[in-house]
Structures are given as C-alpha cells and as structure tokens.
C-alpha cells in the first residue's frame, strides 16, 4: 500500500467546507463535492467510482501517479480512518464545465493502529460530463513544517 495514496484518500474528504452559499457554484456541483466527501470518509468505493472519472490522475505528495482503480484499491485497506479535518485558505474556480478547489489542510488518519498527520496544499478539479460533475485530477503537495 502507499502510504502517500492514503494520503491523498485522506485529503479529499471535507472538502465541502470550502464551499459556501454565497458562492456561485452551481448547486449540483456542491452536492457532488458533499457526496464525494461523504464516501470518502466511510470508505464508500461505490459511490467513489461514480464521483471519480475514468480517467482520474491523483498525483500524491510523494510526485507518484495514481490512476482511478488503484485510487479506488486504497479504500480497501482494513483499519483506514480519517480523522475530521477543514480546508483553509479555501481557492474556488470556476468555468463553464470545469471547477478547482484547493486549500491547505492539516490532515490526520490511522492506519494499521499508527496515527499520522501531515500538512498538505491540495487542488481538486471538477469536470463535467455527460450532465454531471466528476472529480478528474486531484494533486498534494506536502507544506514543511515550520
């Protein structure tokens, strides 16, 4: 398992947070950000695989790639948990068919009974397809702790 592909599982979830109402984000894109961060943090692979493009790129702090079905495979990993966490210093982008959001998160998890923590900068892209909104590429960067 990679440990930075935990990471990135990690990552994603909460990002909601970010997204306020008087933002004018379309409503369906902030429900698939609320569904996908729901999934992400009760491990739910099947509802991930129809938020998650095909043709998903996670790029993880560490510069590995990963593509949607070992991203999907990371779920799986008995004893993963997410600790709650918020995104700071929320960036909010939006075009006709595409959307970034991205922030700073301090993000926390347990596996295989090790807590670990880890400060990320993280971006989210959104694309929509077919009518409905999917998370495309997703890339952390680690934040040295001061």
């Known amino acids: 398992m990679n440990r930075c592909a935990l990471l990135m599982i990690a990552a994603l979830s909460s990002c909601s947070t970010a997204v306020v109402a008087a933002d004018p984000w379309p409503a369906d894109l902030s429900r698939a950000i609320a569904e996908y961060d729901r999934a992400t943090v009760n491990n739910d692979i099947a509802a991930l695989a129809s938020l ?6 996670l ?12 991203y999907l495979e990371d779920f799986k990993v008995p004893g993963f948990r997410l600790d709650p966490y918020e995104l700071q210093q929320p960036v909010r982008k939006i075009w006709r068919d595409a959307a970034l959001l991205a922030g700073i998160v301090r993000l926390s998890w347990t596996l295989q009974g090790e807590h670990h923590e880890r400060l990320l900068r993280i971006s989210h892209v959104w694309t929509k397809q077919d009518g409905r909104w999917r998370l495309t590429y997703t890339q952390l960067t680690r934040i040295p702790e001061p």
Do not use: C, G, I, P
């Open 52 to 57: 998650v493009a095909t043709d998903y790129v």
């Open 59 to 70: 790029v993880n702090s560490d510069s590995t790639l990963q593509d949607k079905q070992s």
